[in-house]
């Protein structure tokens, strides 16, 4: 008897993002994204662009949304700090974004030069307007996620789902 693998937090996350829509993955390169950057690579019917540095992303997401398509920024808790210029044109243009942060510098963290940014992402993001929803279990991250594209799309905000390291597991070095 052959048993089949029930569907991945991050299988059912890709999906979520596509039944929503989003035909842009914006990504850095991160292991926390793999599996969604992976699968975005080998999906025909989405872009999956390659970033040099974050704040690039919150301006592919800003075109996707101007050109009448979605997108997601994917990246990790310390290319937050990148993005903080760019995300005054999200917020003044009025411009609804998403996007997925993999954070470092928390419950379990090793790196000490992860805990500086990890500690300031949540804060920095609200006061660059965006509202942040966190998720600790897998459980938890296709609700949170579609709570946060139901604030995006029809809310008309901005959001950042912080994918904690709870739910991804700390680095050991």
């Known amino acids: 008897m052959t048993t089949v693998a029930s569907p991945t937090w991050q299988e059912d996350l890709y999906r979520l993002l596509r039944e929503h829509g989003i035909t842009q993955f914006a990504y850095v390169p991160d292991a926390g994204h793999r599996h969604i950057i992976d699968t975005a690579l080998e999906d025909p019917e989405v872009l999956a662009i390659p970033l040099s540095t974050e704040e690039e992303g919150v301006g592919v997401v800003a075109g996707a949304y101007l050109g009448g398509e979605q997108g997601v920024l994917l990246m990790q808790s310390s290319g937050v700090g990148n993005t903080i210029n760019f995300l005054s044109l999200i917020q003044h243009c009025q411009i609804p974004f998403l996007t997925l942060v993999t954070m470092r510098g928390e419950?379990?963290?090793?790196?000490?030069?992860?805990?500086?940014?990890?500690?300031?992402?949540?804060?920095?993001?609200?006061?660059?307007?965006?509202?942040?929803?966190?998720?600790?279990?897998?459980?938890?991250?296709?609700?949170?996620?579609?709570a946060a594209l139901g604030m995006v799309n029809r809310g008309g905000r901005s959001v950042a789902v912080l994918l904690t390291q709870r739910l991804l597991g700390a680095k050991k070095f």
């Not at 949540?122 to 509202?131: D, H, K, V």
């Open 107 to 146: 419950y379990g963290e090793q790196n000490p030069w992860q805990f500086a940014m990890g500690q300031a992402v949540e804060p920095t993001l609200q006061a660059m307007g965006l509202i942040t929803l966190r998720t600790d279990s897998p459980d938890d991250v296709t609700k949170t996620v579609e």
